[in-house]
């Protein structure tokens, strides 16, 4: 009997992420820009189009149904960009800046209803 054991590969000094191939390039300023402004200019337009097509009593409801479609959108735009370094960071940028142009457009609505 031999105590021969099979050759067990020693594991890589950074981990076995890092093993798995080369590191990717970092993804361009034009790229991050496209994929989070393309989601926000889809709240935008949702924004626009509840304002113009929705009653009054149903703007709350609406909006935040069109926040869920920003919500998979930006999964969507930023899984699509194949980077994991700064997809938390473009995630959540993404989800903010929705959220924010929603929720002025919500503001805005309002103070319409209030008014008129």
Request: charged share 5%; with cysteine; hydrophobic share 55%.
């Amino acid at each position: 009997m031999s105590d021969d054991t099979p050759d067990t590969p020693t594991p890589h000094v950074m981990g076995p992420a890092a093993a798995a191939g080369p590191a990717q390039p970092p993804l361009p300023l034009w790229a991050s820009v496209v994929s989070i402004g393309s989601v926000w200019l889809v709240a935008v337009v949702f924004g626009i189009l509840i304002g113009v097509l929705s009653q009054p009593a149903g703007y709350a409801s609406w909006i935040s149904l069109g926040l869920a479609v920003c919500v998979l959108l930006g999964f969507v735009a930023q899984l699509a960009t194949q980077q994991k370094d700064g997809f938390i960071d473009r995630l959540a940028v993404t989800f903010a800046g929705s959220f924010v142009v929603l929720g002025l457009i919500g503001g805005v609505l309002a103070l319409i209803d209030v008014a008129s």
